[in-house]
């Protein structure tokens, strides 16, 4: 029932995602932060299991912590979505594989390139310019391509976000009121306003 979405802009990336959480016909709560800073230039949306996606996104930010401390510096998005991918497959082959679907963001300072993976419970890995997670995702796909271009800027990411979210209020039966988005470029990671059905009421 969860949904995440992002967007590669040339200099920074966007992440939203739904804030609520249930179980079958259940909502437990609609105040759920699926979106997890890792470090200062990255950052995880996480669906899947409610279980499995905290202690997933834990394990692999205390690593990365620990990481930095071993090292004196951060790992850069690209290995950090190396060394997720890499965990989630172990798990796999494990008697108690993590049932997880997650986007990995963030932004290379040495490199001054913005980052975004896809990576899905099979450890599937694949660096996106845009793409979702969960049944909203689905949803999605062609408003990315109409939308989407490579000279893009915040503003306009956060628009296309917005067109993402009113469609799954149209089309999707699941109730999802609430997106949470947050981007990282070259000043860190930073949160934007969230995505409601009454800031969302210019474009019907």
């Known amino acids: 029932m969860d949904t995440i979405l992002g967007i590669r802009g040339p200099t920074f990336v966007m992440l939203a995602a739904d804030t609520t959480q249930a ?22 949306a996480t669906v899947g299991d409610s279980g499995d996606a905290v202690q997933f996104t834990e394990f692999i930010s205390k690593n990365i912590a620990l990481y930095k401390m071993r090292n ?29 679907n997650m986007l990995v963001a963030g932004f290379d300072p040495k490199e001054s390139l913005p980052e975004l993976h896809y990576i899905d419970y099979l450890a599937n890995a694949k660096s996106v310019k845009y793409g979702g997670q969960g049944y909203g995702g689905m949803f999605c796909a062609s408003v990315f391509d109409r939308y989407y271009d490579d000279k893009i800027t915040q503003a306009e990411a956060y628009e296309v976000l917005k067109k993402c ?26 949160n934007l306003e969230p995505i409601t059905g009454k800031n969302l009421e210019q474009l019907q």
């Open 72 to 100: 004196g510096y951060d790992l850069s998005p690209k290995c950090a979505a190396h060394f997720t991918r890499k965990n989630l497959a172990d798990y796999l082959r494990s008697s108690a594989p993590y049932q997880v």
């Open 165 to 190: 979210v009113a469609e799954i209020h149209k089309r999707l039966i699941i109730n999802l009121p609430k997106f949470n988005v947050a981007v990282v470029d070259d000043q860190g990671v930073h």
């Open 23 to 44: 179980r079958s016909i259940v909502v437990m709560k609609q105040d759920e932060n699926k979106i997890h800073k890792i470090s200062n230039n990255l950052m995880i």
